[in-house]
């Protein structure tokens, strides 16, 4: 008998780690039932339960509509005003947990295992990191957040029955042109950069820690092991996981529906194509096919490769906005927004004393509970791709990086649409429905035609990307950590999610259930709380 | 006529690849060659081992039991895949030169309607494979 495994087949000898004593085996709870001409493998009961009251919900939601988007909308309003100390408080913890990892000797820890090596190159890494991430958001709201909170700061503070009712940030800067863009911007770069990665690299570095450290399979519940013990294989687990299906693929199919209007409008804006619910369909229905190839395609082959694609694209066009904007102001605005970002950074993220309601609950606290219901999906991939990489590493490339990405994205984009409105007194960028702003700010550049179409096209791949890795996500946590399940199961939630969009698009709903999903922000914060205590328990125990 | 054979196995479901192990170990000892059981594995936690070093030594537990029960010589080789679910056969096909293989013998399921979408794992090493495949239903 001679073994050949510890020659070329496994790269890499994985090292000392501690990994957990359970007796609990991944697959343990799975069936592998014979749907038609279909083999599955899947987690009892979880693929049951979250499948059924997804459909259920949406069910309820086209029935009732009139009575369930009003009390969805209600619902995420109150939680976004009552908690919004909670949400500023927890994700300032994030941050700081985050970068109190970066100089500890706990960053130290290397995610695998003490020796094991990089699944992914660099690129390809932050290709898809940054494509699951961000990316769609970043197109719609680059330009779009910085024209709004200006001119809310430019028109500053409004006061009526002794309560605020304007949206400026903090005390806004009435009639100070200069510094009601370094005030948008500061508070645009807030709501996109070290908080939300924080809240990503969190629940990353949690499931990826009790993953691939301590041999947990990899699925939400896994992060509860030092609080709940052996009890998270029982229903505290399966109703952890469901939560983090329920939110991940109600997300995607609102984000696509509201995508496919969007998208709808810009086609309308460059080629005159009509805005109606055939083209949206359309639009869904092809952007679900590219991401059904994707993922049947793998990892690799397909959501890797499309990723880096994208990058590419996103790339081309943050080049050309600075070569053909203001290229000298969008360089030094970098620093300068950097400067101003950090200059407010203490007062923005304060969650006490503050008179700003407007701003605090209904940007802040809203794009938190958003972030962070969205968290458990982008945490999922992100973990799944990151093996290899220390700790200290990790969080620099998962949380600096990207943010300084983000505050390069808002000064070209957010900054150039700014000074078109303040420098040329163009007002068709401001005028611009939410969905039209970025074409209308490169209307006002030169070849706007080509910088709009790469536009349209990127915005279309972005959703791509995000439909590919929700449905590898879903399909992970529906068969109980194991990612080898068969293919079919993938192709059914990325079909799932298409068809949810397209019954919420024609039906109406997207609102309500939008709402909804962000409403799950609230339970994941405490869930993403209780991570924090579990990533240092955990990386206590590791050997570094 | 031949030197070694290539058994894929899916240690998960050792049940179901009983006819194949039998098939390829009678051959082994008709032909008096090695067998080399190959399995693809990914990074992450699965049911045979927390990673893919206890994969391998699950895999490789496996082949010397396989040896001392048929008689027959026996080598292992686990292979990494990041989305072993797609990989699959792209690995195998890399594992038969690796290995130097020249006769694989695989389970494969009977064909039904699904093989049109999604061809089995065996259909699509035979259609591939420069050396000789033997799939057994």
């Not at chain 1, 995610?111 to 719609?140: C, H, K, V």
């Not at chain 1, 909804?516 to 125990?541: E, H, N, W």
């Amino acid at each position: 008998m001679t073994d050949e495994t510890e020659t070329t087949a496994i790269p890499a000898p994985e090292g000392p780690a501690n990994i957990i004593d359970t007796d609990y085996q991944i697959g343990q709870h799975n069936i592998q039932p014979r749907i038609g001409p279909f083999d599955l493998d899947i987690h009892n009961p979880v693929f049951l339960i979250s499948g059924l009251t997804i459909v259920a919900f949406v069910i309820l939601t086209l029935a009732f509509q009139d009575s369930v988007g009003p009390l969805f909308e209600a619902l995420r309003d109150w939680l976004t005003a009552t908690f919004d100390a909670f949400f500023l408080l927890a994700a300032n913890v994030f941050v700081l947990l985050c970068l109190a990892l970066i100089v500890t000797p706990l960053g130290r820890v290397r995610i695998g295992g003490r020796d094991a090596t990089p699944d992914f190159t660099y690129s390809a890494w932050f290709a898809m990191l940054f494509a699951a991430g961000m990316g769609i958001g970043l197109m719609f709201y680059g330009v779009a957040e910085p024209i709004s909170h200006f001119d809310s700061s430019l028109g500053g503070v409004v006061m009526e029955n002794s309560a605020r009712t304007d949206w400026a940030p903090l005390g806004g800067a009435a009639g100070d042109a200069t510094e009601a863009r370094r005030l948008a911007m500061a508070a645009t770069i807030f709501h996109w950069s070290l908080h939300p990665w924080a809240i990503y690299a969190i629940v990353a570095l949690a499931l990826a820690i009790f993953s691939f450290n301590k041999g947990l399979p990899l699925t939400m519940r896994s992060i509860f092991y030092p609080i709940f013990g052996e009890r998270i294989w029982g229903w505290v687990g399966h109703v952890i996981d469901c939560l983090a299906v329920f939110a991940t693929l109600f997300g995607l199919a609102t984000s696509l529906g509201f995508g496919a209007q969007q998208a709808d409008a810009g086609l309308h804006f460059l080629f005159g194509v009509p805005v109606n619910d055939t083209t949206m369909i359309l639009l869904i229905l092809g952007i679900t096919a590219v991401a059904l190839g994707s993922v049947v395609a793998g990892l690799d082959a397909g959501v890797r490769r499309l990723s880096e694609i994208n990058m590419v694209l996103a790339a081309a066009l943050l080049l050309f906005v600075i070569l053909a904007g203001p290229t000298l102001a969008i360089l030094t605005g970098f620093f300068r927004n950097m400067a101003g970002y950090l200059e407010y950074l203490p007062a923005l993220a304060n969650p006490f004393g503050r008179d700003d309601n407007n701003f605090r609950e209904g940007w802040t606290a809203f794009y938190w509970a958003w972030w962070i219901s969205w968290s458990p999906f982008v945490g999922m991939f992100i973990a799944r791709v990151s093996r290899g990489r220390t700790v200290r590493e990790f969080i620099v490339c998962v949380l600096l990086i990207p943010s300084a990405v983000s505050v390069l994205w808002m000064t070209a984009f957010g900054g150039t649409a700014v000074g078109q409105i303040v420098n040329d007194g163009y007002q068709a960028v401001s005028d611009a429905p939410l969905e039209l702003k970025l074409f209308a700010m490169l209307d006002a550049l030169p070849l706007a035609s080509i910088s709009s179409f790469i536009g349209i096209v990127l915005v279309i791949v972005f959703f791509v990307t995000s439909s590919d890795s929700g449905s590898l996500v879903i399909d992970t946590i529906t068969a109980g950590g194991k990612i080898d399940a068969p293919v079919p199961q993938r192709v059914f939630w990325a079909t799932f999610e298409g068809l949810v969009a397209i019954a919420l698009l024609l039906g109406g709903g997207l609102t309500a259930l939008q709402a909804m999903a962000v409403s799950t922000g609230f339970p994941f914060t405490l869930v993403l709380l209780l991570a924090c205590y579990a990533i240092v328990k955990g990386l206590m125990d590791e050997p570094r | 006529m031949y030197r070694k054979i290539m058994i894929p196995v899916d240690l998960a479901h050792k049940d179901k690849i009983g006819k194949a192990l039998d098939t390829g170990a009678d051959l082994a000892l008709h032909y008096k060659i090695p067998v080399c059981y190959v399995a693809v594995t990914s990074n992450a936690p699965g049911p045979m081992g927390h990673n893919p070093r206890e994969f391998a030594q699950a895999l490789a537990a496996f082949g010397e039991a396989e040896a001392a029960r048929r008689g027959i010589e026996t080598t292992t080789r686990a292979i990494l895949s990041h989305d072993p679910a797609v990989d699959l056969e792209k690995k195998l096909l890399g594992a038969i030169g690796e290995t130097g293989s020249d006769l694989v013998v695989m389970a494969s399921h009977i064909p039904n309607v699904a093989d049109h979408i999604w061809p089995s794992n065996g259909g699509r090493v035979a259609s591939h494979a420069d050396v000789s495949v033997l799939i057994v239903r």
